[in-house]
């Protein structure tokens, strides 16, 4: 709204610097007494990650959103970045269109794109979000990579109020693959999953909310097989502390 | 000679002009105090509140408002009946004041007692650009006091509205922190039993809503006359006077339940207009309506005038005292309340329930009103000097035949929410809580007549998506609602959302059905409780587009938000509320 609200603004104060006050005559009610754009930035993970064999990661995950009630610019974003090698295990910017199509749930089309350290990858996005019965949320989409291959991914989160500040996340995440693509380590089936844990506390409103948890990766049947011939790990326990912002 | 002439011409002349007053109001960035620190807002002449505007009944006032922001602005004059390019709706009545520009507005006060002004433009209001109204009768009014204060409450939030808005849209429970917690699951578990416990978290969780959500915005300071509980207004008296004590809620979101304790509150006005007197302990005024009550301080005592938000998020605090600096006992806060299924029935079932808003089944015909007549004979029936408070008006008045009140259970009970509400009010001393079901008019503005058309609206919303709107379209998308000049049109209510909506139409009066025919109170916000349906009747008496909204400012921003075209009319601009049978007759 107030992006709306300034160009109107802006808008008067030239014509009426010009000299022509019949700017305001043009205003309508829905213009005037509606908020119809907004925009967001939510940061769910920006961690320090500890690993069991001595991995140490940062890693974020969030996204920014402009729009309106009927379709959102939503850019979503995650890293992890590895110190050991100086590199990006992950680097990930999805660019969608998110539109709702049901009272709970919103469809999402776009485009991702992947620049970690070795291949990149372009996908094609379908996806779905939202908030499941019991106060879940749901986010699982398609992806349609410029190699012809197809993987889906699943990620269902809950929030458990211990106080209305003291707060413990709990989330996870499936990733499946219905075609390999070794260049990025990726086999045919299920590929990984992650499970994290995370209690926060909201220390300004919703706007900082540092946190300590604990993350659970592990990497399954030809992906795992890959992992270990690249000398990967194929299941490792993290120890997180970071926090959330919710701007 | 001639000049003489004219001279004793004028002379003459004078004492028939009209009584006129001219008003010069700045709007202006300010900063105001909220005791835990100093917030950037919007105020009237340099402050926050405004000066309280004092008309005449029968002025005609000239107000020049001038534009100091540096984005566009209005005055909305709430309550008063006025043509409808004077009514500061920018898009509807006028395009609004631009900066650095003076609109000047000109209209006849043809009302008295307490109103408020307010911009109507982007979240001004909630960012503190309101005022108080008082409206000089020009008869005798049917009440007597010794002094008076205007109490104007507010909810003062950090955050700017811009900022409250894009937060409630990014997450909608942004700001409620009395969600329920692990903690009041084993709580409930213990009172319950545990199947009980999860029964019920089942069953909301399933309709993704929550029993706390009762308040969209929780982090405000509540404020009088500008005043933080901790700045402490202080009204004073002297033992022995009745002080007529003006409250109009300019919160932007909250609805308070107001009590003074030691004191009972007789309730003259509501919205502006006379009713006849019931006395409280305690009443709940919801965002944007006015209630005039008299309180009789016999001793020396100071007393505090205490407001606690509907969901116990915060509270505004004043003194009434003798002295300044005095002070009284602070009450704590009470409880949070919840809500229960019965205020999601109107969600479940889209308003097909029966929610024993039954009103024949009130014992109208018991009320005292009878005795009155429409018109005040002689004052001593009204004199409350010679009544003790305790007996006041309570003839005939048997709030338990009414079927509010409180139950012999014990559980609080009013028509005007749903039959086992967790937000059915109840007085803090277990005594008498305000009903719009006890308000009845002192004297009727309009005709009785049978309403000549009825239109349902739907109060709707997704509390998920922060979407508000009516009959499930939001403004944007919706088209004008057309009414006919000399219609009487019945408004039915019907809330499916969980949360209570003052719903304000500008211009014209809300006749709120309490079932006491000609004497239905005349309001200009009928607030609308969760599942229940709510019927109000007006009198399309003035030509012209006009606003209609929850006045709520983030719902109506939302899209909780209509317009009136009133098609048809006289030529005239100027709408007499004393013309209106005529003007029924004639269509």
Same mark, same amino acid.
């Given at each position: 709204m107030s992006h709306r609200r300034q160009a109107v603004s802006a808008l008067i104060i030239g014509f009426s610097l010009a000299g022509t006050p019949v700017a305001l005559a043009e205003v309508t009610a829905k213009e005037t007494q509606l908020a119809k754009k907004f925009w967001g930035i939510s940061i769910g993970q920006l961690e320090y990650r500890y690993s069991d064999s001595d991995a140490k990661l940062g890693v974020f995950e969030g996204a920014a959103f402009y729009g309106t009630d009927e379709l959102k610019g939503v850019w979503l974003f995650e890293g992890e970045w590895e110190n050991e090698h100086s590199a990006w295990e992950t680097l990930e910017n999805q660019f969608v269109a998110q539109k709702p199509i049901a009272e709970f749930f919103d469809a999402k089309a776009g485009i991702r794109i992947d620049t970690p350290e070795g291949s990149d990858r372009v996908f094609g996005v379908l996806g779905v979000t939202g908030l499941a019965p019991q106060w879940i949320e749901l986010d699982s989409n398609l992806f349609f990579s410029d190699?012809?291959?197809?993987?889906? $991914?699943?990620?269902?989160?809950?929030?458990?109020?211990?106080? /209305?500040?003291?707060?413990?996340?709990?989330?996870?995440?499936? $990733?499946?693959?219905?075609?390999? $693509?070794?260049?990025?380590?990726?086999?045919?089936?299920? /590929?990984?999953?992650?499970?994290?844990?995370?209690?926060?506390? $909201?220390?300004?409103d919703r706007l900082f909310s540092p946190y300590i948890g604990i993350v659970h990766e592990r990497k399954y049947g030809d992906t795992a097989d890959l992992a270990e011939t690249s000398e990967g790990g194929t299941e490792d326990w993290f120890a997180v502390a970071g926090v959330k912002i919710l701007f | 000679m001639t000049r003489i002439l004219t001279f004793l011409l004028v002379a003459s002349l004078m004492p028939m002009t009209v009584l006129a007053g001219e008003y010069d109001i700045s709007v202006d960035r300010v900063q105001i105090d909220t005791g835990d620190g100093v917030k950037e807002g919007i105020g009237y002449n340099g402050g926050s509140p405004g000066p309280v505007l004092r008309f005449k009944e029968g002025e005609e006032?000239?107000?020049?408002?001038?534009?100091?922001?540096?984005? +566009?602005?209005?005055?909305?004059?709430?309550?008063?009946?006025?043509?409808?390019?004077?009514?500061? %709706?920018?898009?509807?009545?006028?395009?609004?004041?631009?900066p650095g520009e003076?609109?000047?507005?000109?209209? +006849?006060? %043809?009302?008295?007692?307490?109103y408020w002004y307010h911009s109507h433009s982007g979240f001004q209001e909630?960012?503190?650009?309101?005022?108080?109204?008082?409206?000089?009768?020009?008869?005798?009014?049917?009440?007597?006091?010794?002094?008076?204060?205007? %109490?104007?409450?507010?909810?003062?939030?950090?955050?700017?509205?811009?900022?409250?808005?894009?937060?409630?849209?990014?997450?909608?429970?942004?700001?409620?922190?009395?969600?329920?917690?692990?903690?009041?699951?084993f709580t409930d578990v213990s009172d319950k039993g545990f199947m009980a416990t999860v029964r019920d978290r089942l069953m909301w969780g399933d309709m993704r809503m929550m029993k706390a959500d009762i308040e969209d915005v929780h982090g405000f300071t509540g404020m009088i006359n500008g005043k933080s509980p901790d700045q402490n207004w202080t009204g004073l008296f002297k033992a022995g006077e009745r002080v007529r004590l003006r409250f109009i809620n300019s919160s932007a979101m909250t609805a308070f339940d107001v009590r003074i304790p030691g004191l009972e509150m007789t309730v003259v006005q509501a919205d502006g207009n006379n009713v006849q007197p019931v006395t409280v302990d305690e009443f709940r005024i919801n965002v944007a309506e006015t209630y005039d009550v008299i309180v009789h301080i016999r001793d020396e005592e100071a007393y505090t005038l205490f407001a606690e938000s509907m969901g116990r998020s915060g509270y505004a605090r004043g003194t009434l005292a003798p002295r300044a600096g005095m002070t009284a006992a602070v009450p704590e806060l009470r409880e949070p309340p919840l809500l229960t299924m019965a205020d999601m029935a109107g969600h479940m079932d889209h308003g097909d329930m029966d929610h024993g808003m039954d009103h024949s089944a009130m014992q109208n015909s018991?009320?005292?009103?009878e005795d009155t007549d429409g018109s005040v004979k002689g004052s001593s029936a009204m004199d409350h000097s010679g009544m003790d408070t305790g007996e006041m008006a309570k003839g005939g008045m048997d709030h338990s035949a009414m079927g509010h009140g409180t139950k012999a259970d014990g559980k609080a009970s009013d028509p005007f929410y749903a039959e086992g509400s967790g937000l059915t009010p109840r007085a803090a001393n277990g005594g008498k809580f305000l009903s719009y079901a006890d308000l009845k008019a002192q004297k009727p503005l309009y005709e009785h007549r049978e309403p000549t058309r009825e239109i349902e609206l739907r109060l709707t919303g997704n509390m998920e998506r922060y979407l508000w709107s009516i009959n499930g379209v939001k403004f944007e998308d919706a088209d004008p609602i057309k009414l006919q000049y000399g219609e009487r049109v019945r408004f039915t209510f019907v809330n499916e959302t969980m949360m209570a909506h003052p719903m304000h139409l500008h211009g014209m009066w809300s006749i709120l059905d309490v079932g006491a025919g000609k004497w239905n109170p005349v309001k200009h916000v009928i607030s609308v409780a969760p599942?229940?349906?709510?019927?109000?009747?007006?009198?399309?008496?003035?030509p012209g587009e006009w606003a209609f909204h929850c006045h709520l400012s983030y719902h109506a921003a939302a899209g909780m938000f209509r317009k009136f075209i009133v098609e048809g009319g006289p030529d005239s601009e100027v709408s007499d509320i004393q013309d209106t049978t005529t003007a029924g007759d004639e269509s």
């Open positions: 190699e012809g291959d197809v993987s889906a $991914d699943l990620e269902l989160e809950y929030e458990l109020l211990l106080t /209305n500040r003291l707060i413990m996340h709990a989330s996870f995440e499936v $990733d499946v693959a219905f075609s390999e $693509d070794k260049e990025i380590g990726i086999g045919s089936g299920l /590929n990984a999953t992650e499970t994290g844990l995370r209690l926060s506390y $909201d220390v300004i | 006032v000239t107000i020049n408002v001038t534009n100091n922001l540096d984005e +566009p602005t209005s005055i909305h004059w709430h309550g008063l009946i006025l043509p409808f390019d004077q009514d500061g %709706v920018p898009g509807i009545s006028f395009p609004g004041i631009a003076t609109f000047t507005y000109k209209f +006849p006060i %043809v009302q008295n007692g307490t909630p960012d503190g650009a309101f005022g108080a109204i008082v409206i000089e009768s020009e008869g005798r009014e049917p009440y007597r006091y010794d002094r008076e204060h205007v %109490v104007q409450l507010t909810d003062k939030h950090p955050h700017s509205g811009d900022r409250i808005m894009r937060n409630l849209k990014m997450s909608p429970d942004y700001y409620n922190r009395h969600q329920q917690t692990a903690g009041d699951f018991e009320m005292s009103s599942a229940t349906t709510v019927t109000m009747e007006t009198e399309v008496d003035a």
